[in-house]
């Protein structure tokens, strides 16, 4: 839709703003919010889907386009599909701890729902952080281009949770434990944690966190009117502290 034909009307005097005005010429409302909303169609589950595969062919191009536009249906997509993969993950501790039984999928099923909350929570902080930093540099970015960035950014990091889903269940190390004994259970864990599949399960997440930076950047730059090094560096800066305490967990459990 070109705009002129961008007609709106204000939605606090209700007067028609002509051709595409980002300020109402009568009560001087900001309109810049209705306005978009008039150009821009709705995004669907079915256009973030499009979106999805986009990033992927055309990064730059759908970066712009994401930004124009931005939505949250790709970032939800991909929350269920991380928590996918971290249930998966669990699953696959206790198939090679030999815990068979019944329970096994009701147990997949409550673990998918309740790690819901874990990429959700990192959602919402790394985009309050990026936000943060990016209006210190005098980004225009909106709280809804922020958070779009940060939900597409995430393809990354759930390729890598769903590949390691699939990793542990067949490159994890047996184990025979005994449930009474939490002295055994915590043993366990912990030689599954250094094993060579652990590890290298740690390397995956890590390049998955990298190449999230990299696509959040692709998107945080026309979103701010940023140079590449300044969105690189809002963009960076968060995710190299989570990796520090990532890595910092990982080797202090």
Known sequence: MSTDEAIIKCPICQETAPQGYLLCPFCGADLTLTYQEKIFAPVGYKEAADRIKGIIVKPRQMAQEISDNPDSKGGLLFIFAISFGIAFQIFSVLIHNYLFNWRLPIIFLLTWI??????????????????????????????????????????????????????????????????????????????????????????????????????????VKPASDFSYIEAALVTGIPLLIFLILLITYYFAA
């Open 114 to 219: 309740s790690t819901l909350l874990l990429p959700l929570i990192l959602w919402g902080v790394a985009s309050w952080f990026i936000r943060t930093f990016a209006r210190l540099l005098g980004g225009k970015a909106s709280k809804k281009q922020i958070r779009a960035a940060v939900g597409y950014g995430f393809m990354p990091v759930t390729i890598a949770a769903l590949f390691n889903a699939l990793f542990y269940l067949i490159a994890l190390p047996w184990n025979r434990v005994n449930l009474d004994d939490f002295g055994a259970i915590f043993s366990s864990m912990n030689d599954l944690r250094n094993s060579f599949a652990g590890i290298t399960g740690l390397i995956i997440n890590i390049l998955g966190i990298i190449a999230a930076g990299v696509y959040i950047t692709f998107i």
